[in-house]
Structures are given as C-alpha cells and as structure tokens.
C-alpha cells in the first residue's frame, strides 16, 4: 500500500509565497515518478510540476514558469513546492500523486498517474 499526504495549503495575498510539501509512504520501490496537479471548479486538472526522483524527465508549466519550485529530498519520500509570487490564478486545489516512471508525452496528465493524496487548498486573494 502506497500512501500520498500534501500539506502546507493556506490563504495568502497576492505576491505571497507557500510551501506544499507531499509525503509518500508506504511501498515506494516501484513509485518513482511524482508530481503536482491542481484543479479548479468547472476546469481540468492540470499538471504543475512533475519529475522523475531518480533524475531524468523534469516538467514545470509555462503559467508557473519562473514561480514554481518543485525539489525533492534526498530521501525520495518527499516532494515540495515552493510557490513564490502568488497569482490570484495559482488559486486551486493542489494535489500530489505519484507512479512507477513518467510516461508523459508533452506534458503530464492525471491517468499517468496511480497514487494520489487528497488535496491541499491554495487562495491567493489581491
């Protein structure tokens, strides 16, 4: 079983920076591709960042571009996103998911991806 937990979602003003870190646990051999996707009311969800832990394939969305700061640490167990300059725009839901390898032609999509935590809300108000 493979266990996927973001933190670090919150309320902030225009220009404001915040940290999302996402956590995996579990049985994490084989889950060696991670990424951020977020999604607003009415819209598709959207790839943010996302990575190969291993080194290798790397993504980052143009809108976040410059902004967005996707690490993760050493031990390969958690991945962060540092969000700077904070839009009205980057207000969503953001979550974390994880697969075996990354497969992405183009960009990533949320059927590439197996395991996914449950969501941390970001507002960012002017």
């Known amino acids: 079983q493979v266990q996927v937990a973001e933190s670090g979602g919150g309320s902030v003003q225009t220009g404001g920076s915040l940290r999302l870190s996402c956590t995996v646990s579990?049985?994490?051999?084989?889950?060696?591709?991670m990424g951020w996707f977020r999604q607003v009311a009415g819209k598709e969800r959207e790839a943010v960042a996302a990575m190969a832990t291993m080194g290798g394939s790397t993504y980052i969305a143009d809108s976040v571009k410059g902004r967005f700061t996707m690490s993760v640490d050493n031990d390969k167990s958690t991945l962060n996103l540092q969000m700077n300059d904070l839009k009205p725009e980057d207000t969503a839901m953001y979550y974390c998911?994880?697969?075996?390898?990354?497969?992405?032609?183009?960009?990533?999509?949320?059927?590439?991806?197996?395991?996914w935590g449950q969501g941390t809300q970001v507002t960012v108000s002017s």
């Open positions: 998911a994880t697969n075996e390898a990354c497969w992405w032609i183009g960009y990533p999509k949320s059927p590439e991806f197996t395991y």
């Open positions: 579990g049985n994490t051999r084989r889950h060696l591709c």
